[in-house]
């Protein structure tokens, strides 16, 4: 069975830091590239980061550039998004994702549409 299992969450004060983990089971997870997308209080789901099977390729939201850092360990199966300088308005539920397919794009890599398995999410909230 494939699962996706999201934990770090928290409450935090703008200015900390967190870092998210997705530990994967069921696949082999260096077989695909994986995202963070998150849902804002009241709004729709939004792209956060990815990143390609081996960690060397990786695209951002613009509004987390330079703040998040999405990262990968294939031997321990998990994938990683470090925050810093959180704001307010990072508050979210957090969901890490599988590609569905092998490669990422420019073209693919930011629809939710192309992510086949979901975790159930990390609640991240940032007080001001």
């Known amino acids: 069975q494939v699962q996706l299992v999201e934990s770090g969450g928290g409450l935090v004060q703008a200015g900390d830091s967190l870092r998210l983990s997705c530990v994967a089971s069921?696949?082999?997870?260096?077989?695909?590239?994986m995202g963070w997308f998150r849902r804002p209080p009241g709004k729709e789901r939004e792209f956060v980061a990815a990143v390609n099977t081996d960690g060397g390729a990786t695209w951002y939201a613009e509004a987390v550039k330079g703040r998040f850092t999405i990262s990968r360990d294939n031997a321990k199966n998990t994938v990683y998004l470090q925050m810093n300088s959180l704001k307010p308005e990072d508050t979210a539920g957090y969901f890490c994702?599988?590609?569905?397919?092998?490669?990422?794009?420019?073209?693919?890599?930011?629809?939710?549409?192309?992510?086949?398995?979901w975790g159930q999410g990390t609640q991240v909230t940032v007080s001001s």
């Open positions: 069921g696949y082999i997870v260096g077989q695909y590239p």
């Open positions: 994702a599988r590609f569905a397919g092998s490669y990422l794009s420019d073209y693919t890599t930011r629809s939710a549409g192309n992510y086949a398995v």
